[in-house]
Structures are given as structure tokens and as C-alpha cells.
């Protein structure tokens, strides 16, 4: 069973009603909270998991906008000797890695919905596994001045355990495509080859425009120094 269909179930779990039809409330009980410590320590991994990509991802992100820095100073320096192609091909090349950061941040902000998700996900576990620890200290204590008496349950108990569990594996499919989900990071985009001729158009436009922006910098230092 997926990580996330143990969560959904605990979460909506009713301890009491569950330790109410059980044959053995304190082994039920003790099993549960041994459910709820592993998922949590499986989450904590998922979650140290999306934090790593995501240093990493951040990390990558510094470094591609040092490249696109250095490609513009390389498009200025083609224009000072009057390279204009050289220049207009640093531009591109700059572009280039533009996309990549724009790629990039996308992923990031898959990470981080991802962890919000997370989190909220350990704050309901948490609270689940605080009322079942609870429980058990006070099953504890009313063994301990002999109040509590332990009834023995019919089969339709059994039954109905047996039933939750099926419930359980029929929510196993929808799981594993979300736990899929929180390991993909990477977006793979398509375009057809009209979109790629407008792309293109668009591109140009920004390297002309961006091209003609730098002549004129340049022009204004040259007066500075002139």
C-alpha cells in the first residue's frame, strides 16, 4: 500500500470506533501508532527528498544567470569591434539559457507545492498520532486501577477490519500515480511547427530589439569618452 493511501486513512481514521470493534484494543492500538510512526519517518524521507532538488535546482538557476551575464558582456564586446553577427549570436545563445531558467523555476514551483502538500500532510499525521498516544496512556492507566474490562467482538468485527483493508487497496492505484507525481520534476514541452515559427519570429524581435539596446549603450559611452 502507497504512502499516501496509509496517510488519507489515518487521517480519516476514528480511533475510538475502531478500538471500540477490535478483539484487542491494545494490540490494535499499538499496531496503529507503529503505522502512524513509519509514515511519518516515510514522509520526513519524500520531504528531505523534494528539498535536496530543490537546492539543487536552485543552485543551477545561479549559475545559468551568471552565463546569461557573461553572454550579454560578449555581445557588447562583439559590438565594440563591430561584430554585429557575433553580437546577435551571443544574443541568442543568451536566450537560450533564459528558457532554461524559465524551465527551471517551473520546476521549482512544482517543489514547492509539493512540500506545502507535505507539511500539511505531517501536521494531520501528527495531531492523528498525538490522539492515538493519548489513548494508549489511558488505556494504560484504567488497566492500572482495574476499571477497563476487555470485551471479546463478534465476527462482524473482523469483518469490517477485513473490509477497511480492501478500501485501502482500492485507493492504491489513485496513490501511486500522486506519489509518481511528487517525483517528477521534469517537464518535457511540445510545440508544433507553426508554434515554432511564431516562436522564432518572437525571438527575433527580442534580439533585434535587444541588439539595437545595446548600440545605443555603447554609443552613449563612446560620447562619455569622447
Known amino acids: 500500500m502507497g504512502i499516501f493511501s496509509r496517510m488519507n486513512d489515518i487521517v480519516q481514521s476514528n480511533?475510538?470506533?475502531?478500538?471500540?470493534?477490535?478483539?484487542?484494543?491494545?494490540?490494535?492500538?499499538?499496531?496503529?501508532?507503529?503505522?502512524m510512526e513509519e509514515t511519518r519517518n516515510q514522509l520526513r524521507l519524500i520531504s528531505a527528498k523534494n528539498l535536496a532538488e530543490q537546492k539543487t535546482l536552485t543552485r543551477r538557476i545561479t549559475q545559468l544567470e551568471k552565463v546569461a551575464h557573461s553572454w550579454t558582456?560578449?555581445?557588447?564586446?562583439?559590438?565594440?569591434?563591430?561584430?554585429?553577427?557575433?553580437?546577435?549570436?551571443?544574443?541568442?545563445?543568451?536566450?537560450?539559457v533564459e528558457g532554461e531558467i524559465e524551465h527551471i523555476q517551473g520546476n521549482l514551483a512544482i517543489i514547492a507545492d509539493n512540500l506545502a502538500k507535505l507539511s500539511d500532510d505531517a501536521s494531520k499525521l501528527?495531531?492523528?498520532?498525538?490522539?492515538?498516544?493519548?489513548k494508549q496512556k489511558s488505556f494504560a492507566q484504567r488497566e492500572q486501577t482495574g476499571v477497563i474490562r476487555l470485551k471479546a467482538t463478534q465476527?462482524?468485527?473482523?469483518?469490517?477490519?477485513?473490509?477497511?483493508?480492501?478500501?485501502?487497496e482500492r485507493y492504491e492505484s489513485k496513490v501511486e500515480a500522486l506519489e509518481a507525481k511528487v517525483d517528477a520534476y521534469e517537464v518535457v514541452p511540445s510545440a508544433a511547427s507553426v508554434d515554432?515559427?511564431?516562436?522564432?519570429?518572437?525571438?527575433?524581435?527580442k534580439i533585434e530589439a535587444e541588439l539595437a539596446e545595446l548600440k545605443q549603450r555603447l554609443a552613449e559611452r563612446a560620447k562619455q569618452h569622447a
Open 155 to 168: 465476527t462482524n468485527a473482523r469483518h469490517d477490519i477485513a473490509a477497511a483493508m480492501e478500501k485501502f
Open 196 to 205: 515554432a515559427q511564431f516562436a522564432a519570429m518572437e525571438r527575433d524581435d
Open 126 to 134: 501528527n495531531a492523528k498520532l498525538t490522539e492515538a498516544q493519548h
Open 15 to 35: 480511533i475510538n470506533v475502531m478500538l471500540d470493534k477490535a478483539e484487542d484494543p491494545h494490540k490494535v492500538l499499538r499496531l496503529l501508532i507503529q503505522e
Open 73 to 96: 558582456e560578449k555581445a557588447e564586446l562583439a559590438l565594440s569591434k563591430d561584430k554585429e553577427a557575433l553580437a546577435k549570436s551571443a544574443l541568442i545563445e543568451k536566450q537560450k
